[in-house]
């Protein structure tokens, strides 16, 4: 392929993001009504993104399953099917829950899922989630949010006294179960616990599905960017409060983020001087590495939409610049991300390949979710990160996060000045990188 020319759009489709949902509750199975094509969608993801994924099973009993369904299939008919896949799957070993989502063209025939379970006979005793599906406009951040929103909507939650102390986290991206998340709910459960709360609950972080309960003591529900609306219903149904929070992505976004969860609940004292202490024990740290790398260092970014303004911010505080980014996913999300105009930067909304590769020629460093040519690389961040693996703690939220991905970024930068002077190879060059498409088949 020639990234020169190349149309591709740089995103992914919103039965991707149902997949990512479903795949960060270990016990939930999917089925997909979609046409015999979208059988690799997992492959976006386990043996390529998350080497923990158990989406795809070697003895065959995959918590993943598509129904095959053609046109044929919608013009006949194929409840019957749908019923009997739906049955197979919930008597599988190790199942506690289903959920179902279709494609636009399953969801134009108006396939009622939901009808479909209840008139099964016997209906299972696990619980069923239907999806609502998404339109030919849509994509994974949408996929991924009303897979939370049906999960937030159906869980069983027990009657139990909520404790002010007590807080949950609804909207987390967890796309895998690999250490780098591990480290950032744990950085996160710190953060909370320095200024005196308890984090139960992270939605999801790689729980069953009856963990997904222990939200019901929660006196606070912390609405992160992945899924506000689920955010909403599960505050509602538990009458607690809500405050809508962004990613602390960065040293002075944690302080902030911390800052506002403390005031919110009534710790801005213990939140600003935690915020305090930890920016004097850590900023010292980069006095070198922003004198000797990072200052007047050019950025580019390619991947998730959330990450694009905290990531800038970021940067610019460590004296680097980002001069381009390219958000994967639809412009449609603006609304809720806000515009990209008060940047000092173009953002381009799904751009081609094309595009990002001419963005790349502008960069000391690409952070994102690109692939790698053989000349220059990517900090890879986020879904979906095919060529960078975390085997050990290595966060990226919170003040450690901010910290280690800091850390990634200036080895990235060495790596490239040291590269670029080396007179023994041109391949420093950036125009002979090998562009791919990020959708890995």
């Known amino acids: 392929m020639n990234p020169l020319k190349s149309t591709m759009r740089f995103n992914h489709a919103y039965s991707t993001g149902v997949v990512l949902a479903v795949n960060a509750v270990p016990d939930a199975f999917l089925l997909l009504d979609a046409p ?47 019923a009997l896949r739906l049955g197979k799957m919930a008597t599988a070993p190790g199942c506690g829950a289903i959920l179902a989502a279709g494609f636009p063209m399953a969801l134009i025939s108006g396939a009622p899922y939901e009808a479909i379970w209840r008139n099964m006979k016997p209906v299972p005793s696990v619980p069923f989630f239907p999806v609502m599906g998404g339109s030919v406009s849509h994509d994974w951040l949408d996929g991924y949010a009303h897979t939370l929103l049906a999960l937030a909507k159906g869980v069983a939650l027990p009657a139990t006294n909520r404790r002010p102390e007590d807080v949950a986290i609804v909207g987390y991206m967890y796309d895998r179960g690999e250490r780098d998340h591990f480290a950032n709910i744990a950085e996160l459960r710190r953060m909370l616990g320095g200024i005196g709360l308890n984090l139960v609950s992270v939605w999801p972080s790689g729980t069953a599905i009856v963990d997904l309960a222990a939200v019901a003591s929660a006196g606070t529900i912390l609405s992160f960017p992945y899924a506000r609306e689920a955010a909403t219903v599960l505050a509602g149904r538990l009458g607690a409060s809500l405050i809508e929070c962004g990613l602390p992505l960065g040293l002075n976004a944690s302080a902030d983020w911390i800052h506002k969860v403390g005031t919110a609940v009534g710790c801005k004292a213990e939140a600003e001087s935690f915020a305090e202490r930890e920016l004097a024990r850590l900023v010292p740290r980069l006095a ?29 505080d460590v004296g680097g610049r980002m001069v381009a980014a390219a958000s994967m996913a639809g412009p449609h999300h603006a609304q809720a991300l806000g515009s990209w105009d008060n940047l000092p930067f173009p953002v381009h909304d799904a751009p081609s390949h094309s595009v990002i590769f001419e963005m790349v020629a502008e960069a000391d460093c690409i952070i994102g979710s690109v692939y790698d040519g053989p000349s220059q690389r990517t900090v890879e961040l986020g879904f979906p990160s095919y060529n960078s693996h975390a085997f050990h703690d290595r966060p990226y939220l919170g003040f450690e996060g901010s910290m280690c991905l800091l850390g990634r970024i200036a080895e990235d930068l060495l790596w490239s000045i040291n590269h670029r002077a080396s007179p023994k190879t041109n391949s420093g060059d950036v125009h002979s990188r090998d562009y791919t498409s990020s959708e890995k088949v």
């Open 36 to 82: 015999a094509c979208a059988q690799w969608r997992p492959g976006f993801i386990q043996g390529s993104h998350d080497s923990t994924s158990t989406l795809w099973d070697s003895e065959g009993r995959h918590r993943f399953q598509i129904s095959n369904t053609d046109i044929g299939r919608v013009v006949s008919g194929n409840m019957e099917d749908l």
């Open 288 to 316: 070198w590495a922003v004198e000797s790398i990072f200052l007047h260092s050019a950025f580019i970014f390619a991947g998730d939409p959330v990450m694009v303004k905290p990531l800038a911010r970021q940067i610019s």
